[in-house]
């Protein structure tokens, strides 16, 4: 069965009404791949494409405010970097012109890319249900463990809310030029107060913030003795694992590297003098 | 509106310029459906999971996968496949350079190619080196390596902005 | 068959000795008028742009009846105890499931030796060997009916890597044991040379395994009247397809025809039969249907063979001034459940083992060693291009050793036309050194602008970031042309006149993307002096064609090239033969040109092609012929490896590759490469630029990051996702130099180029790497942890100790 509602309301309404049995889909970008794969043959989908107005992306009050289907092809227009830069890795144009941040968030994947960028940005998701109503969900609380999420069978993610003017970089590692399963990735957002978002990605079992490195930083600043302790302190935060993408020795060490330098370029960009 | 799981759904589009009615499983993706219900074979299916770009095609004007695009989902849409470039006799530009400069070898990837590369020229008639590989990274080639596909492209270009 | 031969003694030269013939002087074969040496429009290229052109899997539109599925082993080794269809037989739409009781000729496959049941009998092999085939409605419900049945195994140790099966206590694999057999070169004292060299430098190296990723998937039709079974799909050598499956399935062989479609690449991968046979099985159950059956990526990876991971224990002796004296070499191959191809590769790596270069006294030990892992057999360059790994490797670090430029190194040892490669054979026209020196003057110049961006200039940063560094890497190789080795290998083509004088060319040849078909028609047009668009091509069709070999081993162009040529001279004599009597003058003087056959002395005098056509048809001429070439070559002594002529002819080839490579995260990114190929003569010169482009992306990716990984009998990447190939990105555009020096047998003194760009490519990318990070590099690909791990080796996943689990004593030894 295929429902196609054309509004939010809708929408919701068949959610809570037939929530697991009727798969949501936006993009299919991880949905269809597994059943291609033959490992899931969904009875029914709630199509997401033609809701009105969830692909789009508002501005107000200093935050970005995108609609749940919003996909990467419009991320990757938005002057945030390290959003767009995440964006613009997802696969090819095809790829980015289809998936969406909300099947991203839900699939939550640990290489996940957009989760990763919007974590540096410290962001907000909005999880809605037809009757219960909307909630606000900090994205550092909504990963719960391996592709487990705070989302519940009859909600949708109708929103993802992030600030717009944050210093920000991105690095991710890949195998190739571009199309990339991250093996390591990381994001770094700078608030406007001087606080540090650090996020990585494939390091863990979830994409995560990394509290211990982002604690030197915040307490001692960007010298290049807090770069180094914060990026050594990441091995604290992380616990990779070994497979076929990478070992988990060299994913620990990526991850100071890389937020070593991430950490070196925002204070370029911030020409804040070293202390 | 819960019918049965395997209800088969009717969907209106227009392919390649011609409104089209089909009726599809709910699972069925639009490039099985394409190429197994309707014969459009010109689209190629090659890992089905997205990561070659042999099944893109234009879905309102801009490049998608087909192999992961659910044929209901396209209900109101407009297909432009590789079947719709020429006309009549008359080869699109992107279909000749790939002939003149060599860049079809095996042709497998080669519709896919060619449409990712309209899709790249009608928003960029003359790329620069990002927007180039922006537009075309998506779609592999195994056999021609991509020298010859790239002065295809290059040389269209030159054309389009003509 | 073993011969004989005498052991040809080989005197080191000088370096830097004149060469027999110098290249500029090559025997002069023809001048070519017509299409030959012209980069004329591929034949197919108008179809495969329009998307016309139809494949294996575009055959099903409106001709499939029933759809086709094949149950695999889930474990990597394990007897089956019992195969239960109850349960997929009662599901509705399931028209039968086959086991092997159901295959009535010998149920077995293999392009070597026969060892690889179609339908496993008693025992699997691999994760992926065939049990069933299931036949139905539709192609959901076979596919739902194969996970239907059920197999019941018995489960047996899995030999997951050559260290397990060469353990003492190895299961056995095959009756002979884990050993399939090898290859032995001995040439001179090796021992004696190397304890009498200046310097000895050994190292060990890896390389992966790899998977050919065509992107057209296996699929196709067949259909079986009752007297004939009639199979379209792609293949890569449809004489021997039929052959192999009118055997195993108990059919005459008149009555298997085997027709394949459009063919969307093929590097070896379909060489091996693959679903051809289970659709004859199921169209045999199922006369008068039209069966279909197609792979997913998944099952294409899991059941299709691959190139074989070796493990190259390399050493060799030199003199202070670089000048190899010795080499000592021992092989491990995983060859997988079967045979496949593995013996030749095995074979082809022996006699590749030291590429271009003069040594002395060389002595090589290659062993394939079966696993539980897939089937390996053939993949362009099959066994030559793990050995450039490994000789271009030791060409670097004895330059780093002695402290002698790379270059140097390597002209000091390449051979020279009338010198002799390991095994014997002298190349008369050995142009290794010419490529090396084309390439660097090609270096030395600015690069051209670059299609995806004319506008960029490329005059490079002149400082890079810390983190960056840049690195060169140079290789040369060498590859000898066909099956060679005393194996039957030969053509046979036929060119003939329609009524409505249009030149037709029959080939059993496979177009797989290479441009056979063009180089026919180029050839054919060019002897009958008509143009390419006068001449329609028919290949790969057992009724309409004869066989004309494989598509492989770098071969169509020579063979099948000269075939189409002796045919079309054939025809002509006969054309000429007719104009003569409608023109009154000797046929020795008459030509044909333009369409026309013309008197050479007296250009008035000329008829046209069509009259004489007309004229022949009433007079009773076959307007036809039919041409065979097959040269001979001799089989490698077995106790020694050494031939006068083990292959037809020998290419050379060198590339050149410059590296960005980020000292921190290990990533690497191809800034610059140029590729240098001998071709003899460009038959087609876009043609020819195609496939040193095409092969040096798939050797880069080789270099880079294609790797199938195999964990216990398992795949852990049958997919995209994870087998990666190279993207736009990846790949700089290649920069072409096509030296053209005549090779007096092949047609029009063509050679060849199929497989040497791949085998030079991977070397050069990692000598590239190597010069960036100052480290060697020993096991491919260099993704960006390997990378990495050359730096930081006490934080490599895998010990670098552990490369040297299979190593004979000579691994280590260093001067
Ligand atoms: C070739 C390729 C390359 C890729 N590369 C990357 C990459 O580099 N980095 C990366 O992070 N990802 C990558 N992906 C994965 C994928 O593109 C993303 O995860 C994408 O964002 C998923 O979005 P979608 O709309 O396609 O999700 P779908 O496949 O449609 O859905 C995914 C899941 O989300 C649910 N869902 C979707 N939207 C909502 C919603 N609004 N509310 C509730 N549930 C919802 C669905 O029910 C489903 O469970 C790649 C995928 C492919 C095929």
Known sequence: MFSQPTTLEEALDVRARCGPDLLPIAGGTDIVVAMNRGQLRPAGFLDLTHVRGLDAVRHENGRYECGGAATHATLSRLPVEALAEAALSVGGPAIRNRGTIGGNLVTASPAGDGCVALLALDADVELAHASRGRRVVPLREYFLGYRKTALLADELITRVRFPKDWITAWYKIGKRGSVNISVVCCAIGRSPTGLFHIALGSVAATPIRAPHAEEIVNRDGLTDGAIAEAADAVRRDISPIDDHRASAKYRAAMSVTLVARLLRRIRDRVKEPAR | ?162 | MTQNIQTIDVPIAEPFAEPLVPPSQTPYVERPHGPVGRSEDRIDGPEKVLGTALYGADLFYGRADCFVSVVRSEPAHAEIVAVDPSAALKMPGVLGVYTHRDVRGTNRQGLIVRDHPVLAESRVLFRGDAIAVVVATSERTAEDARRAVRVDYRPLPVVADMDAALAPDAPRLHPDGNIMGGKRIRKGDADAALAAADVIVSESFCTQTVDHAFLDLEAGIAHYDGRTLTIHVSGQWVHEERRLIALALGLPLESVRIICPATGGAFGGREDISIQIYLGIAAIQHPGKTVALRYSREESMRARHKRHAMRIYYTVGATRDGLLTAAKITVFSDEGAYRSTGPAVCRKAASHATGPYRIPNVSVDVYGVFTNNNPTGAMRGFGACQMAIAYEGMMDRLAARLGIDRLEVRRRNLIRSGDAVTTGQRIPIATAVECLDAAVRRLRQCPPPRPTDPHKSRTRPPALPPHLRRGVGYSVICFGLGYGDGFPDASRARVGVSDQGRIQVFTGGVEYGQGLITMAAQVAAEELGVSVRETDVVWADTEQTFESGSSSATRQTYFTGNAIRLAASELKEQLLDIASKLLGVHPHELELRDGCVVGRFDPARSVPLAEVVAQGRARGYSLEATALFKPRTVCEDFDTGQSPRAFITYLFGSHIAEVLVDIETGEVRVDRYIACHDVGRAINPQSVAGQMAGGATQGIGMALMEEVVNRDGRIANPNFTDYILPTFRDIPPVECVILENDDPGGPFGARGIGEPPLIAATPAVLSAIADAIGVHTHTTPCTPQRVWELLHPDEAAVPPDARFSLAPPHARLER
């Not at chain 2, 310029?17 to 299916?45: A, Q, Y």
Request: aromatic share 4%.
């Open chain 2, 1 to 162: 509106m819960t019918p049965e799981a395997d209800e088969m759904v009717a969907v209106e589009l227009a392919i390649n310029g011609k409104p089209t009615h089909l009726v599809v499983r709910p699972d069925e993706t639009l490039l099985f459906v394409l190429r197994d219900s309707i014969g459009l074979t010109g689209t190629k299916g090659a890992c089905l999971e997205g990561e070659c770009g042999s099944c893109t095609l234009l879905l309102n004007g801009a490049p998608v996968n087909s192999c992961l695009v659910l044929a209901a989902q396209v209900h109101g849409g407009r297909v432009e496949t590789i079947e719709g470039l020429a006309h009549g006799d008359k080869l699109h530009v992107l279909q000749r350079k790939f002939i003149e400069s060599g860049a079809a070898q095996c042709g497998y990837c080669t519709p896919g190619l060619i449409m990712a590369a309209k899709a790249l020229l009608d928003e960029t008639p003359n790329p620069d080196e990002e927007t180039f590989f922006r537009g075309m990274e998506g779609n592999i080639c195994r056999c021609t390596g991509y020298t010859s596909i790239c002065e295809a492209i290059r040389g269209a270009a030159r054309e389009w902005s003509r």
